[in-house]
């Protein structure tokens, strides 16, 4: 294991892992037309948490394809296998593992076609470690896909009451756990810091709107992103508790609304390797 540490806010308890479900039927669509498989792929998925995006990369990467998804959390990966074996295309494989640390078998280093991310490097104290271990994990021609978030970018109309002071709280709590919630816009550099060349960027809508199907999962997210951050968010002194529940209680108020809106989108870099 790594001696630095990732730090995760949201924790892995089952309400969480029943935001991420929340979060992957938002995202998934968007994260596979990105991605590109053509079929017959490996497929290294870091931080794969509870699978359904590796899932799907194993369906779109065909029964000739592989796909290995790693991630930390046990209670996450509990989640992802037991599904393993519907995807109805490649075969899967999910694994314990620290990818600060990365231990791959010898014959699995430079075997990969691609290698993904969604959602980690955010969590990371050193994001660039784990681009690296992704750049020596895929064979030369490989393609990295890094995709995440600047929480800076996000946007509610009409705001409410209370959110901007809450939402920078949460921005703050990843400062101090040694995070970068910016991340999503450095994706580039990390890529030419290392032996990959750049070679698109891209970004995967998130808003919504009143009226939209998906709006009341979409509502739903953003108070369970809070909510899970609850404690990392009162720590940076920046608000009351009481402030926090009612700041709550707007964006639920908000969600309402049958005119409200949001603008977000998670963005993504591609990469191959030299």
């Known amino acids: 294991m790594s001696e630095t540490r990732s ?47 590796t899932h799907r990369m194993a369906a779109a990467a065909g029964a000739s394809g592989r796909v290995l998804g790693i991630d ?7 989640e992802a296998r037991r599904h393993s074996g519907a995807s109805g295309g490649a075969a899967i494989e999910f694994r314990a593992g620290d990818v600060l640390a990365l231990d791959l078998a010898p014959g699995e280093w430079g075997s990969f076609d691609v290698a993904h991310t969604r959602f980690l490097l955010e969590h990371l104290p050193d994001p660039l470690a784990v681009v690296r271990s992704m750049v020596r994990a895929v064979k030369p021609g490989g393609r990295i896909v890094l995709e995440d978030e600047d929480h800076e970018i996000l946007r509610l109309w009409s705001e409410p009451e209370g959110f901007t002071e809450t939402w920078e709280a949460y921005i703050e709590s990843y400062r101090r756990a040694g995070n970068d919630p910016h991340v999503g816009k450095r994706l580039i550099e990390l890529l030419r810091a ?4 750049p070679r698109r960027n891209a970004c995967i809508w998130f808003g919504c709107a009143a ?3 998906l709006f009341e999962t979409w509502v739903a997210n953003l108070l369970g992103v809070l909510r899970g951050a609850r404690d990392s968010i009162l720590a940076t002194g920046r608000m009351h508790e009481s402030t926090f529940n009612a700041t709550l209680e707007t964006v639920r108020e908000w969600g309402r609304r049958d005119d409200a809106a949001s603008w977000y989108f998670t963005a993504l870099a591609e990469g191959r390797k030299r």
Do not use: K
Not at 72 to 78: H, K, N, V
Not at 194 to 197: D, F, P
């Open 211 to 213: 009226g939209d199907p």
């Open 72 to 78: 930390r959390s046990e209670e996450q990966l509990e």
């Open 194 to 197: 290392t032996e990959a060349e």
């Open 7 to 53: 730090h995760y806010v949201h924790g892995t308890d089952p309400e969480e892992q029943q935001r991420l479900t929340r979060l992957n039927d938002l995202l998934n669509d968007g994260s596979i037309r990105e991605l590109r498989l053509q079929g017959g792929e490996r497929i290294l998925d870091l931080g794969c948490g509870t699978g359904q995006l």
